[in-house]
């Protein structure tokens, strides 16, 4: 919670979005995500700060036109909530309004209902620092895969370095 923070550090904090779907077997399913456009507009910003390494399709076509000329095993998995698992680097605050703040209000009214405020129009805000990368900053697809290659790094697996 971020009771104590600048005018000017509110005014950059981020907007939060809140996706509710319904699956086939009725169960809810939440995705919050942040609207992290807004770090564009932040002095010293640069796109390269953010980027991970993709491969482009061409890359893609030949590895695996190669792998499989070689009877290679090949292997694809997918890791929910990887973003998640990386901590954020740097100062980001999001702010959630309105419904949103009034469901962290109720998950533990004890801890967070001191730090909301009242805009203007009546609105309830909360502002909160985030500890972990989340979708939608522009940096988290660049701290999973660092600490990704950290971890793989650890268990004896070798970055293969880029080809130019």
Known sequence: MMKSSSWEEKKKALSALLFLTEKRDGR????QCAVGSKQRTFTGYQ???GSSPTVSTDALMISAAIDGNENRDVMCLDIPGA???ADNDEFVLMCLRGKLCEMMV????????????IDAKGVPILYVKLNKALYGLLKPALLF???LVSQLKEMGFVLREKIT
């Open 28 to 31: 809810i399913k939440a995705r």
């Open 47 to 49: 796109k390269s700060d």
């Open 83 to 85: 973003f998640l698992n």
């Open 106 to 117: 109720k998950v533990d009214p004890t801890i967070y209902r001191k730090y909301v405020s």
């Open 145 to 147: 895969y660092k600490k």
